[in-house]
Antibody, heavy 115, light 107 residues
Framework: QVQLQESGPGLVKPSETLSLTCAVS?????????WGWIRQAPGKGLEWIGS???????YYNPSLKSRVTISVDTSKNQFSLRLSSVTAADTAVYYC????????WGQGTLVTVSS | DIQMTQSPSSLSASVGDRVTITCRAS??????LAWFQQKPGKAPKSLIY???NLQSGVPSKFSGSGSGTDFTLTISSLQPEDFATYYC?????????FGGGTKVEIK
């Protein structure tokens, strides 16, 4: 059974960098597929942030591209998100998911941007 | 970017009703379309991929159809556990994009 689990700080100060990790179990990232990050602001819809392949190839949402970095650590079977210069508009539940059609999702983690 | 437009944005239906949700892409996406169900406070759950393929474990009351720009998700007989918000998503090209969601409420 494929499982994904997000982890990271639940509170980030404005202008700082949000960092999250997604640990994958039940499937080896090295075996393939894209791995993505999606977020959902309170009461809003879903927004794709970016995706990474096991080789390290990345795609980012143009609206966030200047602030986003996604990386992969195949030895730990996990991938990570960094979002810089955050503002209150970045407050959201952040999800990680497998494949471009997001067949498996993590449970999500709420990140609040506030001083 | 490919824009995904869902309709309606919300609907009220009764248990046992047949419900259809529409998703339209701003340009052709072949069958690179997925559908998700999301309940309050929970992560989205994949229902359908490649427009019409049911994910493993998803009941057959859910079905998807369409190709190109127009797609539908149908729930054949609405049950209490089906009241949720449904999203479509295209994965034909980057950036990956979602529809705005359709909230299915109890009448």
């Amino acid at each position: 059974q494929v499982q994904l689990q997000e982890s990271g700080p639940g509170l980030v100060k404005p202008s700082e960098t949000l960092s999250l990790t997604c640990a994958v179990s039940g499937y080896s990232i090295s075996s393939g597929y894209y791995w993505g990050w999606i977020r959902q602001a309170p009461g809003k819809g879903l927004e794709w942030i970016g995706s990474i392949y096991q080789s390290g190839s990345t795609y980012y949402n143009p609206s966030l591209k200047s602030r986003v970095t996604i990386s992969v650590d195949t030895s730990k079977n996990q991938f990570s998100l960094r979002l810089s210069s955050v503002t209150a508009a970045d407050t959201a539940v952040y999800y990680c998911a497998r494949r471009r059609d997001f067949d498996y999702w993590g449970q999500g983690t709420l990140v609040t941007v506030s001083s | 970017d490919i824009q995904m437009t869902q309709s309606p944005s919300s609907l009220s239906a009764s248990v046992g009703d047949r419900v259809t949700i529409t998703c339209r892409a701003s340009q052709g996406i072949s069958n690179y379309l997925a559908w998700f169900q999301q309940k309050p406070g929970k992560a989205p759950k994949s229902l359908i991929y490649a427009a019409s393929n049911l994910q493993s474990g998803v009941p057959s009351k859910f079905s998807g159809s369409g190709s190109g720009t127009d797609f539908t998700l149908t729930i054949s007989s609405l049950q209490p556990e089906d009241f949720a918000t449904y999203y479509c998503q295209q994965y034909y090209s980057y950036p990956l994009t979602f529809g705005g969601g359709t909230k299915v409420e109890i009448k």
